[in-house]
């Protein structure tokens, strides 16, 4: 049964940079059939989708975030990371990762980052 | 971006009552719509895949309709356990988008 992890520090400073990776146990990510996302949710509030990756390396990130955000993945780890660039106080948020096949059927168990000197 | 609007944003009912969340699309998703609920500190877990059909282990008590623009999802005699928030999620263009979100209270 394919489980995901989310690291990463819990706590950012304002301009920095946040990096997280998600840890993929117990299936492969070399199929082409998932796209491994990135997700997050603001305190108290609704999802918001970062983007995805797959495993040839193509990255999606929604145009919101687009010039701050990466994507990367690394097969013989089984990692996917992200990196946000620049942050703010509007990034504190819970970050997800997740498997996108028939739907987000796998999701991590969110790590909260906040952003604060 | 599509956008996905959600209606209630929130309700109150009885254990046994029937409940339905409708969803709104901005253009046509054909059939390209999940359902998600999400307990408090928990991730979403999917329940609904491609507008109707239930995801594996999810009880036969929720269901999910619709196609094109207009989206619904029932829980057709709603327990305790199901209190939660509830997000429709289109896959049909990027970004994936969500509604904001309907949450569920027992009365």
């Known amino acids: 049964q394919v489980q995901l992890q989310e690291s990463g520090p819990g706590q950012v400073k304002p301009s920095q940079t946040l990096s997280l990776t998600c840890t993929v146990s117990?299936?492969?990510?070399?199929?082409?059939?998932?796209?491994w996302t990135w997700i997050r949710q603001h305190p108290g509030k609704g999802l918001e989708w970062i983007g995805y990756?797959?495993?040839?390396?193509?990255?999606f990130y929604n145009p919101s975030l687009r010039s701050r955000v990466s994507m990367s993945i690394d097969m013989s780890k089984n990692q996917v990371s992200l990196k946000l660039s620049s942050v703010t106080a509007a990034d504190t948020a819970v970050y997800y990762c997740?498997?996108?096949?028939?739907?987000?059927?796998?999701w991590g168990q969110g790590t909260t980052v906040i952003v604060s000197s | 971006d599509i956008q996905m609007t959600q209606s209630p944003s929130s309700l109150s009912a009885s254990v046994g009552d029937r409940v339905t969340i409708t969803c709104q699309a901005t253009q046509d998703i054909s059939n390209y719509l999940n359902w998600y609920q999400q307990k408090p500190g928990k991730a979403p877990k999917l329940m609904i895949y491609?507008?109707?059909n239930l995801a594996t282990g999810v009880p036969s008590r929720f269901s999910g309709s619709g196609s094109g623009t207009d989206f619904s999802f029932t829980i057709i005699s709603l327990q305790p356990e199901d209190i939660a928030t509830y997000y429709c999620?289109?896959?049909?263009?990027?970004?994936?988008?969500f509604g904001q979100g309907t949450k569920v209270e027992i009365k």
């Open positions: 999620q289109q896959y049909d263009n990027l970004p994936r988008t």
């Open positions: 117990g299936g492969s990510m070399t199929s082409d059939v998932y796209f």
């Open positions: 997740a498997r996108e096949g028939v739907g987000l059927d796998v």
């Open positions: 491609d507008a109707s």
């Open positions: 990756i797959y495993h040839g390396g193509t990255t």
